[in-house]
C-alpha cells in the first residue's frame, strides 16, 4: 500500500514568489495536515484538512493557505514567500476523528528553500 | 507556559546504557499521546502510543501520568540505532475538533 506522497521533494523561490505543495494521503484517510519544520525548530502545526473542509488552522500569517480535493488529496500554497519560509514541508494523513486512537502517517516532506 | 514542552537534550549515551525522557502538557483535556522517532532529515514516525497508563515494546516503554500532565519514554539497553530525536505528540479533542500539538524534541546521540 502506498504511503503519504508529496512533490515535488525539493523546490527553490525566489523571494515573492509563490509555491505550491502537494500531498497525496494513505488510501481511505480523509484527514490531512500540514507541517513547517524549519531548521533547528519542532513541527509548527499549519493547517488540518478533513473531508474537503479546513478544520483547523496554526499560527501562520493569511499567505499560507491551501485546499482539500474531492479524493483528499492537498494542496499548500505560500504566497509572497520570505527568506524565514525556508523549511521542510511535511503533510500528514490519518483516519477519520471518530477514532481518537489513530496516529498520523508522514510524507517524506518538501523542502522549500526560498533564496 | 508552552502546550507541550520537552527537554531538547542533547543526550549523550553510551550504547547499552538506560536513558528516559519526559514530555509535561498544560492542557488536562488531552486523549492520546504518542512519540514519534525521527531521523536527520526524514519524516517522523510513530514509535509508541500511549492511550492509558502506558505502553510497552520491547526495550521502549511509555508511560502516563495523567495527575501530573506528563509522559515518559524510557529506552533500555540502548543502541547506536536510537540515536534520532524523539517527539513527544498530544492529542486534544473539542467536539468534532482535534488537534496534534508536537514537542519541540528530545535529541538522543548513542555513543560507541
Known amino acids: 500500500e502506498a504511503g503519504v506522497t508529496q512533490s515535488p521533494t525539493h523546490l527553490i523561490k525566489t523571494r515573492g514568489q509563490q509555491a505550491t505543495l502537494r500531498c497525496s494521503p494513505i488510501?481511505?484517510?480523509?484527514?490531512v495536515y500540514w507541517y513547517q519544520q524549519a531548521l533547528g525548530l519542532g513541527l509548527q502545526f499549519l493547517l488540518w484538512?478533513?473531508?474537503?473542509?479546513?478544520?483547523n488552522r496554526g499560527n501562520f500569517p493569511p499567505r499560507f493557505s491551501g485546499r482539500q480535493f474531492p479524493n483528499y488529496s492537498s494542496e499548500l500554497n505560500v504566497n509572497a514567500l520570505e527568506l524565514e519560509d525556508s523549511a521542510l514541508y511535511l503533510c500528514?494523513?490519518?483516519?477519520?476523528?471518530?477514532?481518537?486512537?489513530?496516529?498520523?502517517?508522514f510524507g517524506q516532506g518538501t523542502r522549500l528553500t526560498v533564496v | 507556559r508552552k502546550e507541550v514542552e520537552q527537554d531538547p537534550g542533547p543526550f549523550n549515551v553510551p550504547e547499552g546504557a538506560t536513558v528516559a525522557f519526559n514530555c509535561t502538557y498544560s492542557?488536562?483535556?488531552?486523549?492520546?499521546f504518542f512519540w514519534y522517532r525521527q531521523d536527520c532529515r526524514k519524516e517522523p514516525k510513530l514509535l509508541m502510543s500511549?492511550?492509558?497508563?502506558?505502553n510497552e515494546d520491547g526495550r521502549f516503554t511509555a508511560q502516563l501520568n495523567r495527575a501530573s500532565q506528563y509522559i515518559s519514554l524510557l529506552i533500555r539497553d540502548s543502541k547506536l540505532s536510537d540515536s534520532a530525536t524523539y517527539l513527544c505528540?498530544?492529542?486534544?479533542?473539542?467536539?468534532?475538533?482535534?488537534?496534534?500539538?508536537w514537542g519541540l524534541g528530545t535529541s538522543l546521540a548513542v555513543n560507541p
Open positions: 488510501s481511505g484517510h480523509t484527514s
Open positions: 484538512y478533513d473531508e474537503g473542509e479546513e478544520r
Open positions: 500528514a494523513s490519518s483516519l477519520v476523528l471518530s477514532d481518537w486512537k489513530t496516529e498520523a502517517f
Open positions: 500511549v492511550y492509558s497508563s502506558g
Open positions: 492542557n488536562s483535556a488531552s486523549q492520546s
Open positions: 505528540v498530544v492529542n486534544q479533542h473539542a467536539g468534532n475538533n482535534r488537534k496534534l500539538i
